[in-house]
RNA sequence: GUGGACGUAGCUCAGCUGGUAGAGCCCCGGAUUGUGAUUCCGGCCGUCGUGGGUUCGAGCCCCAUCGUCCACCCCA
């Protein structure tokens, strides 16, 4: 036997036993998107690297230690996508979707980053992706919003809280933060590595800190909310009223700041107590500044995104059941001629009774391994074939739920089943 | 990227101060003829993550490496 060769750090295999959580999630959220309107894209997984360089902001984490790029056979920076929204816009520019027309979108699959593996933080990861191009307004931030509560609700999903913050534009933020470096300036002796390296180039990290130590003197910065222009200040006021009226609560954390440069005014995250330090599940904002930035006219956006990875831990944290995929009819059969006539009658009782989940045992044994394997795989009947039934033209029907054991006709066999089913 | 814990059969784990591997579950077969519980009997399964080193001898010690998990970091 040759080596193994081993699975990538950080990449997961989603094994039959996982499937129907991910399948679970990703039904739910279909629903709600076509229930509010969004359409689905699909964007490529590999992009320039150019583009999440000028989309995410080259001093970002994200773009300067986590990104998968390398060089193709030409010598062109290529890059595994880390996150979606700048794939899509590049799309929506691309196709010219943004020409004097409003979308609202929705992508589902994975992203990459190279950080170190955790419980809810894989270098694969996927993520269920919103954006809206084209509203200015508030109320499509409150209805992105108001969309991620309602799939909580749908997937039963508690224990996440709402959090949100407005960021202003580009212009009063730039304002802000000059007054905040002045602020830690004049403690500079009290920041902590990490701080004093973030104080030059963006210094609204520092009030993300963790360190216990430096949390009397985040809580007397200067806060952004304070210092937002107007418009900015109107839109957010505007925006809590929509969520009060919507029934979803929220605190205002002045301190939530995104680690991606494009955003503006609205941000908003989705954290939860039950995951450890990977606290948020779903997180996004607005990018108003982001389609010129990347080259097209000059329209208002807003997205989020959802860790499914997270979102599925969550529920099974939380208890949440998702059904089992399991057979309706189980076929058990020994003995050469049975073994092709069971076959060849499961096939017709699929084209019979449409629908149906029909397992054939092909594992061969006695009928005493079948029958096990019957009850495990959790069918409500077993059709038994051996050589008997085959010259007779019948087969046994045994219930696998308690009742009597009795022999069917192969042309009624189907319709038989079916009743037996839907009772 | 930094610090720490861990890595033994498909799964959950045991393995004393180094003497060349064990349990339960699972799976397979049997307890008279073709029928799923339980019980009983029997059986299969391991390059002890990988590669080096120390030693007469290593799952147990040392080094390296890969992976998982935790905290930091970052973020979904």
Known sequence: MSEHIEPLRGMNDVLPDEAPWWNRLESVTREVFSTYGYREIRVPLLERTQLFKRAIGEHTDIVEKEMFSF??????????????????????????????????????GPMFRGERPQKGRYRQFYQVDAEAFGYSGPEVDAELILMTARMWQLLGISRVRLEINSLGTAEA??????????????????????SQRRLEGNPLRIL???????AQLIAAAPLLTDHLDDESTAHFERLKKLLESGGVAYTVNPRLVRGLDYYSRTVFE??????????????GGRYDGLVTQLGGEATPAIGWAMGMERVILLMQELGCQV?????????????ESALARGLQLAESIRTAAPGLKIETDLGGGSFKAQFKRADKSGAHVAVVLGDDEVARGEASVKPLRGGEQTTVSFDALAAHLVAMISK
């Not at 933020?173 to 990490?194: C, I, N, P, T, V």
């Not at 993300?208 to 430096?214: L, T």
């Not at 989705?270 to 997180?283: E, R």
């Open 173 to 194: 933020r730039a304002r802000y933060r000059d007054l905040l470096r002045e602020y830690f300036r004049g403690h500079y002796s009290q920041l902590d590595a990490d």
């Open 323 to 335: 059904p089992v995929e399991q057979p309706d009819v189980y076929v058990v059969m020994a003995g």
């Open 71 to 108: 060089e193709d056979r030409d010598g062109q920076s290529l890059a595994l996508r880390p996150e979606a929204t700048a794939s899509i816009v590049r799309a929506a520019i691309s196709n010219g979707l943004l020409h004097n027309q409003k979308h609202r979108l929705f992508t589902i």
């Open 270 to 283: 989705w954290v939860t107590d039950a995951l450890g330090s990977q606290n948020a599940v779903c997180s």
């Open 208 to 214: 993300d800190s963790k360190n216990a130590d430096m």
